[in-house]
DNA sequence: AAATAAACATGATAAAAATCATGTTTCTCC
DNA sequence: GGAGAAACATGATTTTTATCATGTTTATTT
């Protein structure tokens, strides 16, 4: 594991910070905030914490994309949740004081600052606009885990397909042409957060796209026909 | 849906507030508790809250067991999560305000508090340790959440079936006996936790019961081979 | 640029699980 | 206490999905 390049900058500067929990924060808060928080960049693949491990900070995506993931029973890959720019990184195991139950990993080159642990609790507590911030965070990744729940347990695989792209779509958005997903996962990785086999998430994709329904083009995936995608997810009405 | 009985004590001398969020609330704010909540008792399969309704208060289940469930998407019941004495009920979508995104009801004649919203999240601002105690049953409620993702993508009915009788066990615990599971489910509840059909359900129940793991009993289940049925749920060395 | 590995692809087969059908038991409510 | 409904049970069948096998393409490394 390579260690990352670091490099300082002041958060009063930092222009991903008003879409993060820090927007809160105004004034000296920023300034001491900048005194407990460095800033590293990290080669695509790399990872930022890992499974098991003790945190010893607060993690903040200042550019890049995450996969958050955890291994599951013969170690078989899952992932959880994906991160991107202004997104909080292993708040939850540093909250509650526990080994990070889940790694995470970049999926493409990616700049992150670390907060200090001890400066962190401090500023939660004597901010409680900070707290509510990372409460509502969690909250919304609560939310989106039990709505996972509901997909894999009653959905079928085409479903979770069509849906987990309108999730790629909806995290990270489309390129300049307004119709591919701005992000490179692997068919795998793909398969890891849908709950299916490498081959069945292959076998998937190649049929949206004779069905017209997205366009294949190495790993980048473009949506052609939303509302059929739409409705193959079978999205509450 | 039937007004549930109210009645009313006073949250010092409450038994189940020293196992609950409220633990680390004392003197004064005990009274002034006291006098923001209600309680009310409720018959067994009788709603607590329901999905898209607007919270108006904190929810702690004094006595009973509770269901919290979601409605998936032709209909489907999905169960989410259960609470028992003690736990705090209906805390998300109050904290981020929102409407429920799921539904809670009793599975058994249950006795329930309903603490005022304006008077919670008052207490949440001036009590930083209630809101941090708030901050870990979430965050155990996500972890939660986190490991049924990954057990519905990576394993089989039969694994999470003996997964699902254990998880039981550590919520609801045993009877007098120490064997028999203490809350009462249908086969349809459970299928709706396990993310299966309701005769797979059965059936699995009644293979575990040949294989002399179990013993059913109505809807009463004893665990009579706990090694066999952890082994069986290949839970992770 | 060649060698090697990783990722992608697709057919064939097997296993897992849902669905359909039908009957029995247990509960609930007049 | 009997009628009706809900829950439980089990066999047969079909659908879904994983697994195995094998080949091709695309990246990565030297």
Redesign the interface.
């Known amino acids: 594991m390579k260690k990352p390049l670091q490099f300082e900058t002041g958060c009063a500067h930092c222009n991903v910070r008003m879409h993060s929990v820090f927007n809160v924060l105004e004034g000296e808060q920023l300034n001491e905030m900048t005194m407990h928080k460095s800033c590293s960049t990290y080669k695509k693949g790399q990872y930022v914490f890992a499974e098991n491990g003790l945190p010893s900070g607060l993690f903040c995506v200042n550019s890049g994309k995450i996969k958050i993931t ?1 291994t ?3 170690g ?1 890959e ?1 992932i ?1 949740r994906l991160a991107k720019s202004g997104d909080i990184v292993g708040y ?1 195991a540093l ?2 004081n526990e080994r990070y ?2 790694s995470a990993v970049t999926l493409e080159d990616a700049s992150i600052c670390i907060i200090d642990k001890a400066y962190f609790f401090k500023a ?2 004597s901010t ?1 606009k900070l ?1 509510f911030q ?3 965070k ?6 989106e ?2 709505d ?3 997909s ?4 079928n695989v085409r479903e979770r397909m069509a849906e987990a792209l309108l999730f790629l779509k909806a995290t990270y958005g489309f390129e300049e042409d307004q119709k591919t997903i701005n992000v490179s996962l692997t068919r795998e990785e793909i398969a ?1 957060y849908v ?1 299916t086999s490498t081959e069945s998430c292959i076998r998937l994709l190649s049929e949206f796209n004779q069905d017209k329904m997205i366009a294949l083009s190495g790993k980048k995936i473009s949506i052609i026909n939303l509302p059929m995608l739409i409705q193959t997810a ?1 999205i ?1 009405d």
Request: proline share 3%; no cysteine; hydrophobic share 35%.
């Open positions: 955890t599951g029973f013969d078989k899952q959880l939850r909250i509650s139950a889940s939660l507590e409680p707290m990372v409460v509502k969690m909250s919304r990744d609560l939310k885990a039990e996972h729940i509901v894999l347990s009653q959905k890891d709950g079978n509450e």
